[in-house]
């Protein structure tokens, strides 16, 4: 599967963005699907998961975006959605998307996603 992250901007504290990303080459059915993110000098750290067709539609939120952020899937469109509200200028990182077969329980982890996309980069100024 390949992974295209988008939507990427410059926003004012605050604003809001929508981040996407396009799967192709496979099914993204049989995945959970993260969103991630990595500040410049920082590991590269958990944000958001939803669940493969099957499990509910379940997500699970890092506690610094719960309340803010939204993840969403449209599966017909092979498309996960990263829904940003409320940014703060400590969202800025580059955010990445990424797939997993692991159990639900540990898709928090980033050691356990196999497949990456490129990254698009969000910088909210104060």
């Known amino acids: 599967v390949q992974l295209v992250e988008s939507g990427g901007a410059l926003v004012q504290a605050g604003g809001s963005l929508r981040l996407s990303c396009a799967a192709s080459g496979s099914n993204v059915r049989n995945f959970h699907m993260g969103w991630f993110r990595q500040a410049p000098g920082k590991e590269r750290e958990f944000v958001a998961a939803?669940?493969?067709?099957?499990?509910?539609?379940?997500?699970r939120y890092a506690d610094s975006v719960k309340g803010r952020f939204t993840v969403s899937r449209d599966n017909a469109k092979n498309t996960v959605y990263l829904q940003m509200n409320s940014l703060k200028p400590e969202d800025t990182a580059v955010y990445f998307c990424a797939v997993t077969q692991i159990l639900w329980a540990y898709v928090g982890s980033t050691s356990n996603y196999i497949t990456w996309g490129q990254g698009t980069q969000v910088t909210v100024s104060s």
């Open positions: 939803v669940s493969r067709p099957g499990y509910g539609r379940s997500t």
